[in-house]
């Protein structure tokens, strides 16, 4: 279970960084996950000791995926890339688009963190479908090469709609590589590379954390928060929700545009998902939005 001492593994797999918390590794104990190392369970229990409602944002972003893909297979979208997709914990899109529509979407899983394109393999050899369902070891910020990484499984017809899922990623600062000579974050000129590279009629789905519009008291706790992490794992980047909305380009927001986490389309919610009772919405301190390509 979270949060005994613990590993997953008697060994990590070469290449694993265990002197820095892995943003992913993190992400997955705040969602009561077991994929992650001393070292990400420590710095997790600092974060939530700085700001203990922390897990409940993460569980309400989480469910807030499983909405999107409910919403947008309703509307008729079989294929997904999933870019940043983390570890399998509280269910992963296809698992949900399957209850939907069972044997009829197909989803890519795109990460940069090998531990969790190993956990998304392995779940999808237990409760997968290798006709419709890929894990890739890929980056962000390679849009064109991720993309013909997705290409390449065979599962999606990237000619045809795709819904890009880019899910509490985008805070986590994208650096430009040292091989292409850039700087500062990429992150928002990768969205506008997959927004190009998307069919006609494809849709984008965004959550990112902001520090605009939350409440007083949680302006400080993502003061601290985000120094914790540029100090001791992956830096972060707070948006403000103009910032954020930039990045949907000239797609079309669908109702209800850009929000709150908890208030977008909860009439998707399904019994027995963590109903995250927030005193007001703000309190998610994550917005987000889906668009539609023309």
Not at 59 to 69: D, E, G, P, S, T
Not at 202 to 230: C, F, N, Q, W
Request: negative net charge.
């Amino acid at each position: 279970m979270a949060g005994e001492d613990r590993e997953p593994d008697d060994y990590p797999p070469p290449g694993i960084d265990l002197e820095r918390p892995s943003v992913a590794r993190v992400y997955d104990y705040y969602l009561d996950g077991d994929a992650s190392w001393t070292v990400d369970r420590d710095f997790g229990d600092a974060v939530l000791g700085e700001f203990p409602e922390l897990r409940q944002i993460a569980k309400a972003n989480r469910v807030f995926l499983h909405r999107v893909v409910r919403h947008l297979v309703g509307k008729g979208v079989t294929q997904f890339v999933d870019i940043g997709s983390g570890l399998p914990t509280m269910r992963h899109a296809h698992e949900v688009a399957d209850e939907v529509r069972p044997g009829e979407t197909r989803v890519v899983y795109a990460d940069y963190d090998p531990i969790a394109v190993a956990h998304s393999q392995d779940l999808l050899e237990q409760r997968g479908d290798p006709r419709r369902h890929a894990a890739i070891h890929a980056d962000l910020r390679s849009p064109d090469r991720l993309w013909e990484q997705a290409a390449k499984t065979g599962v999606l017809d990237l000619d045809k709609p795709t819904a890009i899922l880019l899910i509490a990623v985008l805070h986590v600062q994208q650096p430009a590589s040292a091989r292409s000579g850039g700087t500062g974050d990429v992150g928002p000129a990768a969205v506008a590379r997959y927004r190009e590279l998307a069919a006609s009629g494809s849709y984008l789905a965004i959550s990112h954390v902001t520090d605009e519009g939350v409440p007083a008291a949680y302006r400080d706790r993502l003061a601290r928060l985000k120094r914790m992490y540029d100090e001791r794992s992956s830096p972060v980047v707070w948006r403000t929700q103009r910032e954020i909305q930039e990045f949907f380009g000239d797609f079309d927001l669908i109702p209800p545009g850009l929000t709150w986490t908890p208030q977008w389309h909860p009439e998707e919610q399904r019994p027995g998902e963590p109903d995250i009772g927030f005193g007001d919405p703000s309190e998610s301190v994550i917005v987000a939005g889906v668009a539609k390509k023309r």
